[in-house]
């Protein structure tokens, strides 16, 4: 079992036709995922060819998934058009929408985020590196890779992990794999300040699924979201945690590589969230190097 995706979850590539959305949808295809569709306004009727693969392109999300049955979208469509397209992807009713692109106007996902209220599509990011459920094939090929992920360093197995950052989702998916330890499901949810969503989102349904028998879990300065789903986690979680939490050097007031790494007002502070996770019973790695050692310990 996994979350949000399996491997045959129908996928379709907003941005299909442009290089990065390109470049990674033929790693996608390469992983095994079922990309079924790809939508550019204006290019309705071309095909997008890889490895023998001939994937239709259309004009709208709609028609897409119409036609091809997708329930998820990949978003990699530049920064200025990219809150519409969540909302396309919102309207026709898709499951899932993943948003990749980074440089979303913080004005634009509040006016997604307010449109998307009371409507069956979940959104993961913006701002992030995508979803990942691996698979049993060679280098764990044959599950579903949606976004930017490197697909050859998960392994099937039993550790769900959830983060802020992309790189250090990586790194606490490569420590497992080195170990011999496999993930049931990696979710990066971004680094944006208004998101789609959160860690305790993702946490509750990790707690949910019944083959996810440990949970890493990695965030990073600024907001609450972090001790937020650590006073959850103090009192409902059943299982493991471990986590750690990046910017511990961080001056207040001073941006950190993602838009929502930010201490202001005094708040979102590492400490603050460190000092959470441990009054919940979350395992701490005090270094990156640390994440997969630290929950194992746990378990």
């Known amino acids: 079992m996994a979350i949000l995706v399996q491997s045959d979850t129908k996928i379709l590539v907003q941005g299909i036709t442009g290089s990065f959305g390109a470049r990674h949808t033929q790693l996608s295809i390469d992983y095994g995922s079922q ?12 095909t997008f060819e890889h490895n023998g693969k001939k994937v239709p392109i259309f004009d709208s999300v709609a028609e897409a998934a119409k036609q091809t049955g997708a329930t998820v979208s990949a978003i990699f469509v530049p920064p200025p058009f990219a809150g519409d397209a969540i909302l396309e992807a919102v309207d026709a009713g898709l499951d899932l929408a993943v948003a990749i692109t980074e440089g979303i106007p913080v004005n634009d996902m509040v006016r997604v985020k307010s449109a998307m209220r009371g409507k069956k599509t979940r959104l993961i990011g913006p701002n992030c590196p995508g979803v990942v ?26 550790i769900g ?17 080195c170990r011999g330890v496999g993930q049931s499901t990696c979710v990066g949810i971004g680094g944006d300040p208004v998101n789609g969503t959160s860690h305790l989102d993702i946490i ?31 009192n409902n979680c059943k299982k493991p945690v471990a ?7 961080a001056p207040p007031g001073r941006r950190m590589g993602h838009a929502g790494a930010i201490i202001s007002g005094g708040k979102g502070t590492a400490e603050a969230k460190i000092a959470a996770f441990k009054e919940a019973g979350i395992g701490v790695a005090a270094t990156p190097s640390e994440m997969a050692e630290t929950l194992l310990k746990m378990m």
């Open 243 to 249: 986590g750690f939490i990046a910017g511990a050097t």
């Open 204 to 234: 509750k349904m990790f707690n949910d699924d019944p083959e996810t028998t440990g949970i890493i879990m990695i965030g990073e300065i600024g907001g609450s979201a972090e001790e937020e789903a650590a006073e959850w986690i103090k």
């Open 35 to 46: 990309v079924v569709a790809g939508v550019t306004p204006g290019k309705g009727g071309q």
């Open 161 to 177: 992990v959830v983060s802020r950052s992309g790189t250090l989702t990586y790194e606490a998916v490569w420590q497992l794999t």
């Open 133 to 158: 459920t691996p698979g049993t094939g060679k280098d764990s090929t044959g599950g579903c890779r949606i976004g930017i992920s490197p697909g050859y360093i998960h392994k099937k197995g039993n």
